[in-house]
């Protein structure tokens, strides 16, 4: 674990937090490694309910820090490398490691989400935004794509054509803008208390049912209905045959 990243677990709930907000809690490959690793780790802790994602100080995450990173060639090199099991790289696991998660993952957003920090609130499940946050997908500005799964997840939320938009014209939009546009989904005052509140809601649900849903969703979104429904009924008698199909108050 990255000294800049920090996991709690109370009652169920996971706070994976960046903790460099000295710097905007821009990333470094340690804290990127330490996203993908913390990610793994929760996907095998029994009692999980959900996951929030947060920044420390005034911003969620201003990207990459390309001084940090950019001179250490061999750490790129090892960390563009994508893992043979699960298909993604250091960068891009780092992000979508939280779809992996078989809990609900909420991203709590405030000042800067841009670039490598816009894609990890772009691998939660859910992402509440301050209105005068600040989204954008940066990397067109360094002469980059958005490569840490960023351009899946665009296209999933807000289309291909206002993802292609979002990406040539690598500019700035306020976090009411997300999400008028899909990139976020709901506009609060304080995003870190809201999503604490949201995981309440759940914590009671069937956390079989909660992962079954999610990689439901995951595994049929742009697929075709026949493939859908398939999906949909081997998600469905795995928790019938666990003893699902009883109410929950």
Not at 70 to 86: E, N, T
Not at 125 to 135: E, H, M, V
Not at 157 to 172: N, P, S, Y
Request: glycine residues 10%.
């Amino acid at each position: 674990m990255s000294e800049h990243v920090s996991c709690t677990v109370t009652d169920g709930v996971a706070v994976v937090r960046l903790e460099r907000a000295e710097r905007l809690n821009a990333l470094t490959l340690p804290m990127l490694h330490a996203l993908a690793d913390t990610s793994r780790q929760l996907r095998r802790r029994p009692g999980l309910r959900a996951v929030v994602l947060h920044g420390a100080g005034p911003s969620f995450s201003s990207g990459l820090d390309i001084a940090a990173v950019l001179p250490d060639r061999v750490g790129i090199a090892r960390s563009f490398v994508p893992s043979p099991w699960r298909g993604t790289n250091v960068f891009q696991e780092a992000c979508w490691g939280w779809r992996r998660v078989p809990v609900p993952v909420v991203a709590a957003v405030q000042g800067h989400c841009y670039g490598g920090g816009l894609q990890i609130a772009l691998g939660a499940d859910l992402r509440l935004t301050t209105p005068d946050a600040r989204w954008s997908v940066m990397e067109g500005r360094w002469g980059l794509v958005p490569d840490m799964a960023g351009v899946h997840a665009l296209s999933q939320l807000v289309g291909i054509e206002r993802a292609k938009r979002l990406t040539f014209e690598a500019g700035v939009v306020s976090g009411e803008e997300a999400v008028r546009i899909g990139l976020a989904g709901e506009c609060v005052e304080d995003p870190y208390a809201a999503a604490l509140a949201w995981t309440e809601r759940v914590r009671s649900r069937s956390p079989r049912a909660l992962a079954e849903a999610k990689r439901l969703f995951e595994r049929s979104w742009h697929r075709g209905p026949r493939r859908t429904f398939a999906l949909e009924r081997a998600a469905q008698l795995r928790l019938l045959a666990r003893g699902a199909g009883r109410r929950r108050s």
